[in-house]
């Protein structure tokens, strides 16, 4: 299983991006797939997730009611939409693959990452 993300980048406070994860070599019904951010200087967080049997994400509390994931099931990619994006929002920004949806990193299952893509907000 390959994943690959995009759409990173530069944006000032306030701003919205949206990261896209392309899924090769399996399909978005077959795992949860999930969004984890790591800052320098900062625990690995998992900003978002979503099952595979629903279409409700879950968030972190960082991230609720800015960032919203959801999944293109024929073009297997899956989004997160970030909106009033903040300085502390800086982060390289992963998709993974995951055995089940949970934002707690602790007890998440990993099963496959992508390689990251930078998001800086400036203020």
């Known amino acids: 299983v390959q994943l690959q993300a995009s759409g990173g980048g530069f944006v000032h406070a306030g701003d919205s991006l949206r990261l896209s994860c392309l899924i090769s070599?399996?399909?978005?019904?077959?795992?949860?797939f999930g969004w984890i951010r790591q800052a320098p200087g900062k625990e690995r967080e998992v900003v978002s997730c979503?099952?595979?049997?629903?279409?409700?994400?879950e968030y972190a509390n960082s991230v609720a009611g800015r960032f919203k994931i959801t999944r293109d099931n024929a073009k297997n990619l899956v989004y997160l939409d970030m909106n009033n994006l903040q300085p502390e929002d800086t982060a390289v920004y992963y998709c993974?693959?995951?055995?089940?949806?949970?934002?707690?990193?602790?007890?998440?299952?990993?099963?496959?990452w992508g390689q990251g893509t930078l998001v800086t907000v400036s203020s």
């Open positions: 070599g399996s399909t978005v019904a077959d795992y949860a």
């Open positions: 993974a693959a995951l055995g089940f949806c949970i934002v707690d990193p602790a007890l998440a299952d990993f099963r496959f």
């Open positions: 979503m099952s595979r049997y629903s279409n409700n994400g």
